[in-house]
């Protein structure tokens, strides 16, 4: 440390510095300049016109005069400002810069709070409420098992192209292509959350175009052939189940729905004198954006005769609860997601390739077309896809409604007919095709 005095003052009559005492401290009342009380070895109090008490340590370094901030009283001590004098003091005498160590310990605590999973968390957090608590799920769950565990803790600027490749590569080499890409995609929107919050520089996701071989989606199981539909509905007829699921099991191919928004469903939104069931359009299966937009609004499903029955009877067991299909641990939550395609599995169907849950859409939409011959956009709207008319104006709740009344009624009664095997019901898809 250069002790070399610094004016004439000092040259002729150096001041003597008496301690401070934390009476002191305490009792000392701003004034309307700033005041500096020293405790020796550089260590002193500055006290602003504001009130602010404030640590300050001058020393030199390198021929130059530097002042290092040593914390604020009282949550910062005498005591303390004291010790942290000492060790400041402890790095001058190594010939260390006691300003740059602490620069670099700041930025080091702030690197260790931007790792890629803080942010991730942080933009999961703020954006969950937008989504349903299954696809949160589904995506928190994702970057807990296939990303945190290799780039978690790393800080979210520092990441590489082959250092996210590597963790999208594990995935792809156990075969779960689609997870590898869906992974991909919420790298992704980490990485532009952390550019739009400045604690990162690019997205790193757009590098790896093309690295991933391409994912072939999939469609869900499905039994679109009439005659086996009958044979299907007669196997639900003799499950030997809970009742929830059995009419979860029934009601799945009259309502058009996805197994989670079926599930999820409450009595609440059901109107079974009027033969309605109002399914909020935040359940639905939409863009973010799109949920936003139509917050507040209900997707209709009018119910067939067949459809009320099973509710009548089923409302008798849980009407008292909030789900209709509720958890079989607790009537708080609804059955599971894997409550019907567990039920189909015992019925024999191979949910892989036979028959799933979310197959009973593409039953209906299938049929519907090819044998029945209802117009695509009846049944485009009743499934809660985006329907537009000519202009370009989106279809409302009530669009086509007594259409739609009258095709779920039909429906009802044509699946009725073939869980009968009535033959002249069955029509070949093959020869409905070859008709038109």
């Not at 301690?19 to 500096?36: M, R």
């Not at 400041?88 to 006691?98: M, N, T």
């Not at 039953?363 to 537009?388: C, F, G, K, S």
Request: hydrophobic letters at 35%.
């Amino acid at each position: 440390m250069d002790d070399t005095p610094k004016s004439m003052e000092d040259l002729v009559m150096p001041k003597k510095i008496v301690p401070l005492t934390d009476i002191k401290v305490k009792a000392t009342k701003p004034s309307t300049k700033p005041l500096k009380l020293f405790d020796g070895g550089g260590l002193f109090l500055l006290v602003t016109p504001t009130g602010g008490k404030l640590w300050r340590l001058k020393y030199r370094f390198g021929g130059t005069e530097k002042l290092l901030t040593l914390g604020t009283y009282p949550q910062t001590t005498l005591t303390e400002a004291r010790q942290r004098r000492t060790d400041a003091r402890s790095l001058l005498d190594k010939g260390i810069d006691p300003a740059a160590t602490k620069k670099a310990q700041k930025a080091a605590e702030t690197e260790e709070s931007e790792t890629f999973e803080v942010i991730a968390r942080e933009w999961h957090n703020r954006h969950s409420s937008n989504w349903a608590p299954s696809h949160a799920d589904k995506i928190i769950r994702r970057l807990e098992l296939y990303i945190f565990p290799w780039i978690g803790d790393k800080p979210v600027r520092s990441i590489t192209p082959p250092e996210l490749l590597a963790c999208l590569r594990r995935l792809e080499d156990k075969g779960t292509l689609d997870t590898a890409h869906r992974a991909k995609q919420n790298c992704g929107q980490v990485f532009r959350y952390a550019i739009a919050s400045g604690r990162a520089d690019r997205d790193p996701t757009p590098d790896l175009r093309g690295a991933l071989p391409p994912y072939q989606k999939q469609h869900y199981a499905a039994i679109t052939d009439p005659e086996q539909v009958g044979a299907l509905l007669r196997a639900i007829d003799s499950y030997r189940g809970g009742f929830p699921t059995v009419c979860a099991l029934k009601l799945a191919p009259l309502f058009f729905l996805r197994p989670g928004e079926l599930r999820q469903a409450e009595w609440a939104e059901f109107d079974l004198d009027q033969a309605e069931w109002n399914v909020p359009v935040e359940r639905l299966k939409l863009r973010t954006t799109e949920k936003i937009r139509r917050k507040g609004e209900f997707h209709l499903v009018p119910l067939s005769r067949q459809a009320v029955s099973i509710l009548q009877d089923l409302h008798a067991l849980t009407g008292s609860g909030r789900y209709v299909f509720p958890s079989t641990r607790t009537a708080t939550r609804p059955m599971s997601n894997n409550t019907v395609n567990a039920a189909l599995r015992r019925l024999g169907y191979d949910t892989k390739t036979e028959m799933t849950g979310h197959g009973f859409r593409a039953m209906a939409r299938t049929i519907l077309d090819e044998v029945l011959h209802v117009r695509p956009e009846i049944i485009e709207h009743q499934l809660a896809h985006a329907v537009r008319d000519p202009l370009g104006r989106a279809y409302n709740r009530t669009t086509h409604l007594p259409e739609r009344r009258k095709m779920m009624q039909e429906w009802a009664n044509y699946l009725d007919s073939l869980r009968e095997g009535k033959a002249d019901k069955i029509v070949p898809i093959r020869r409905a095709v070859g008709a038109r």
